[in-house]
């Protein structure tokens, strides 16, 4: 067992030594050269006085400094903590406070950012990858890592906007690309399409898959998802065999028609997470690219990115759900009922999560690690640490779960319990309905529907469909029609931005 989730650097780089490792729309870094970067890097901040495990916050465009950083920090036996090189001044600022870094490596954009807010410890990830390489002093730290220490911070804000550094293992991290690359056959041979940003989870598939196998990175230039077209060119031309993307961009890229005359014969393997897929576009994926590997996987942040996975097997239709899968590698996951009993098949339970993916729990926030990573009620013999997801789920007869949605986004109207979740999928299988978000008005009882459309849309033509779908209790007293609806930096739909602007702007004096 490796000790360290970067020792799989220097195993791969021995082994393809002059294989592209690495490229963003600026470069490439062949193996050897992106362990020589990370040598020389890691050395310079143990130089700066970096102490073992104390973090490093990063601060750089996505790019292939990003990943020598990254790794450089490993090798100083140090976790690094990625935030969006867009990030508000006042969550940067936030995070700052909580994280405490021992160094913050950064660009010279990124270096004026930092002064306005009064930052120490900054310093030029171009000053640091100037540095000679002391091999012996990099790796006598790097052995002194134990694989039960923080390998990254990852900072979400959930549901409350306040920044939250979910710390995980490298055990964690290390279980988890294993199972990635069991699952889908990742080799040196395969070619990764990253569409996400460092700082959100979903890019420890696309890094790690690469750096245990030897496959190649393709770091692709955040533009390209406005142009679902040109996206598809670069699939083609990067010969890219395997995506791992939100289903926001699969549901864009299908709406666009982008599929459509599209061969793509290197793609093999199409993987999404991070939201609810609708089946009505990834049916339009599948019709248009049949024969591919479709995956849905489900998990926090807190576990290491995915604790279950489903390999999309039958034809499903467009109402219909599509299963989050059965638990994959070094997880477990328990469906535990209010009274912190099992639930049955068919019976709704809070996802809980055991297993080596369990993050460490919050940095420096110990209050809140103590309320969402708690001893397993149904193990009386040890203390188990188990993580609740605040997601709720059931089995069904083949034993998959189904994401039933979040429990704080279910509530009581007139006597009926809802789940957002359950209308926003009807909302979604709906003609010229692109995108949806429902919330809950709490102050006037009603239901809102937000819906991302080029279509000249009504409520009274939305509910009579939906009518058909979904009860009547659940229908919607508000339509809201955007021409595209607002995301987080990480591609998601963001709820809190809408609920502001829907609910709480309405209700201010």
């Not at 690495?22 to 193996?31: A, H, K, P, S």
């Not at 709406?255 to 393997?269: D, F, I, Q």
């Not at 049916?283 to 942040?301: E, K, S």
């Not at 819906?451 to 939305?462: D, F, I, N, T």
Request: aromatic share 8%; glycine share 8%.
């Amino acid at each position: 067992m490796l000790n360290s989730a970067a020792r799989w650097l220097e195993k791969t780089a021995a082994r393809f030594p002059e294989r592209t490792a690495v490229e963003d729309e600026w470069g490439q870094l062949t193996w050897r050269e992106l362990e020589e970067a990370v040598e020389r890097t890691a050395t310079a901040m143990l130089e700066l006085g970096v102490q073992p495990n104390q973090p490093v916050l990063v601060y750089l465009p996505k790019s292939r400094e990003s990943v020598v950083t990254f790794l450089a920090v490993l090798y100083a036996g140090c976790p690094y903590a990625p935030v969006d090189y867009a990030i508000p001044r006042e969550r940067l600022a936030r995070t700052l406070d909580n994280l405490r870094p021992g160094l913050v490596v950064t660009d010279q954009e990124g270096m004026a950012h930092l002064a306005e807010l009064g930052a120490e410890k900054a310093v030029l990830y171009t000053r640091l990858a100037a540095a000679e390489a002391d091999h012996r002093r990099v790796m006598d730290r790097l052995a002194a890592v134990v694989d039960t220490d923080p390998c990254y911070i990852m900072y979400t804000s959930g549901s409350t906007g306040v920044p939250k550094g979910v710390t995980v293992p490298h055990r964690g991290v290390l279980e988890y690309a294993q199972a990635v690359a069991d699952t889908f056959g990742l080799t040196e041979a395969s070619v990764l399409g990253l569409q996400s940003g460092f700082h959100f989870d979903n890019s420890v598939f696309d890094l790690y898959g690469c750096l245990m196998t030897g496959a190649r990175l393709v770091i692709i230039p955040e533009i390209l998802f406005m142009y679902p077209h040109k996206l598809m060119d670069l699939l083609e031309e990067k010969g890219v065999t395997c995506v791992f993307w939100v289903p926001t961009v699969m549901i864009s890229v299908a709406n666009s028609g982008a599929l459509e005359g599209r061969s793509l014969p290197a793609l093999k393997t199409v993987v999404f997470a991070g939201e609810v897929m609708p089946n009505r576009q990834l049916n339009l994926w599948r019709r248009a690219l049949p024969g591919r590997v479709y995956a849905n996987l489900y998990g926090p942040t807190e576990i290491t990115v995915d604790c279950t996975c489903y390999l999309v097997d039958r034809d499903f239709a467009d109402s219909e759900p599509l299963p989050i899968g059965k638990p994959w590698r070094g997880a477990r996951v328990l469906l535990l009922k209010e009274d912190n009993t099992p639930a049955a098949a068919g019976e709704e339970g809070e996802i809980c999560v055991l297993g080596s993916g369990v993050a460490l729990g919050y940095w420096n926030a110990p209050e809140q690690t103590a309320k969402a990573f708690v001893r397993n009620p149904l193990n009386p013999n040890y203390p188990e640490v188990m993580y609740r997801t605040g997601d709720l789920g059931k089995w069904d007869a083949d034993g998959n779960i189904l994401f039933c949605g979040r429990r704080d986004h279910q509530f009581k109207l007139r006597g009926n319990r809802i789940e957002l979740g359950d209308i926003e999928t009807a909302a979604a299988t709906l003609e010229g309905v692109d995108k949806v978000c429902a919330l809950f008005d709490e102050g006037s009882q009603e239901i809102i529907l937000a819906v991302e459309s080029k279509s000249a849309l009504s409520l009274r033509k939305m509910n009579l469909a939906l009518g058909r779908l979904i009860p009547k209790y659940m229908l919607p007293k508000r339509l809201e029609v955007f021409e595209t609806l607002p995301l987080t930096p990480n591609r998601k739909i963001d709820r809190v931005l809408l609920r502001r602007q829907l609910v709480e702007g309405r209700q201010a004096p």
